[in-house]
């Protein structure tokens, strides 16, 4: 979402639009989004959301309204309960301002520190799953590079703010992620997929190694890290199959889905899914 409203903010400035600024400066209790989650309105759009509902469709007509009249910044206290439209049950306090050129480029600044700050997720296959998973994963809250030595196979549109890798070199994605990166393992080769997997679990500080693949795929690379010396420990980090959830569905798009929703319990969110953010049940 950060690389979508910083896209969406530079063109508005380079065509001259005005841009208000709607921000949860306050939640108490039981609400949709966050103190500190912000949306952009222009006359015509809007980018982010501040969650959606009554909520959002009266702020956006009063950021609009703020764009045609001028004037301060405006705080209004919403409870989200009784007559609001809304059932949340908390409260929010709301600040509505249109940022001066300082102040866009203090939220540009503000966008691209939280794009650096998110966590890297590396994606290695550009098959039919790697698409699909390119395309699902793209807009959550990490950045992902995808890699893979064929540039037909990414396919004729690549998502806002992924990094492409079309050299194969997968080597140095995977020395130089910082620790606590993540990585999907989907290429067109078991053996490339063998070699990948094992130099994620030998640097030993990935929170989330996910092999696509079926549990007999599963025990045939452990048996290929046992013999290599990896410890127990390291190869019980792997994730394989990746997005099982007791779905019989092989069709990409409901994998990439799949998969998806592992990635932000599992990797994004490890601590809320009971900490467990790594490993994977071996039975078949």
Same mark, same amino acid.
């Given at each position: 979402?950060?690389?979508?409203?910083?896209? /969406?903010?530079? &063109?508005?400035?380079?065509?001259?639009? @005005?841009?208000?600024?709607?921000?949860?400066?306050?939640? #108490?209790?039981?609400?949709?989004?966050? =103190?500190?989650?912000?949306?952009?309105?222009?006359?015509?759009?809007?980018?982010?959301?501040?969650?959606?509902?009554?909520?959002?469709?009266? *702020?956006?007509?009063?950021?609009? &309204?703020?764009?045609?009249?001028?004037?301060?910044?405006?705080?209004?206290?919403?409870?989200?309960?009784?007559?609001?439209?809304?059932?949340?049950?908390?409260?929010?306090?709301?600040?509505?301002?249109?940022? /001066?050129?300082?102040?866009?480029?203090?939220?540009?600044?503000?966008?691209?520190?939280?794009?650096?700050?998110?966590? +890297?997720?590396?994606?290695?296959?550009?098959?039919?799953?790697?698409?699909? +998973? =390119?395309?699902?994963?793209?807009?959550?809250?990490?950045?992902?590079?995808?890699?893979?030595? #064929? @540039?037909?196979?990414?396919?004729?549109?690549?998502? =806002?703010?992924?990094?492409?890798? /079309?050299?194969?070199?997968?080597?140095?994605?995977?020395?130089?992620?910082?620790?606590?990166?993540?990585?999907?393992?989907? !290429? &067109?080769?078991?053996?490339?997929?063998?070699?990948?997997?094992?130099?994620?679990?030998?640097?030993?500080?990935?929170?989330?190694?996910?092999?696509?693949?079926?549990? !007999?795929?599963?025990?045939?690379?452990?048996?290929?890290?046992?013999?290599?010396?990896?410890?127990?420990?390291?190869?019980? !980090?792997?994730?394989?199959?990746?997005?099982?959830?007791?779905?019989?569905?092989?069709?990409?798009?409901?994998?990439? *889905?799949?998969?998806?929703?592992?990635?932000?319990?599992?990797?994004?969110?490890?601590?809320?899914?009971?900490?467990? =953010?790594?490993?994977?049940?071996?039975?078949?």
């Amino acid at each position: 979402m950060s690389m979508e409203m910083r896209a /969406d903010l530079v &063109r508005w400035r380079l065509s001259g639009q @005005p841009v208000a600024r709607v921000r949860v400066s306050d939640a #108490r209790g039981s609400t949709p989004r966050e =103190a500190g989650t912000f949306m952009l309105v222009t006359p015509t759009e809007q980018s982010g959301t501040i969650g959606g509902g009554d909520l959002e469709w009266n *702020a956006i007509h009063q950021a609009r &309204r703020l764009l045609d009249a001028g004037g301060q910044a405006l705080v209004q206290r919403i409870s989200l309960g009784g007559n609001s439209g809304q059932c949340c049950g908390g409260e929010v306090r709301l600040t509505l301002d249109v940022p /001066d050129r300082a102040g866009l480029d203090e939220i540009l600044a503000q966008l691209e520190h939280l794009r650096r700050t998110q966590p +890297l997720l590396l994606l290695f296959g550009a098959g039919h799953v790697g698409r699909a +998973l =390119a395309h699902v994963l793209a807009p959550l809250p990490l950045r992902l590079a995808w890699c893979d030595s #064929r @540039p037909h196979e990414f396919g004729p549109s690549i998502p =806002a703010g992924v990094a492409v890798h /079309d050299d194969g070199a997968w080597e140095p994605l995977v020395a130089h992620a910082p620790p606590g990166s993540g990585a999907l393992v989907l !290429t &067109r080769s078991h053996a490339l997929d063998s070699l990948i997997v094992a130099s994620l679990l030998e640097r030993g500080d990935f929170r989330y190694v996910g092999l696509i693949g079926s549990h !007999t795929k599963r025990r045939r690379f452990e048996a290929g890290f046992r013999q290599i010396g990896l410890p127990e420990e390291r190869i019980a !980090t792997m994730v394989c199959p990746i997005g099982d959830r007791g779905v019989r569905d092989k069709r990409p798009a409901v994998i990439a *889905a799949l998969v998806a929703a592992e990635i932000v319990t599992r990797f994004l969110h490890p601590a809320q899914a009971g900490g467990h =953010a790594n490993g994977d049940d071996t039975s078949p």
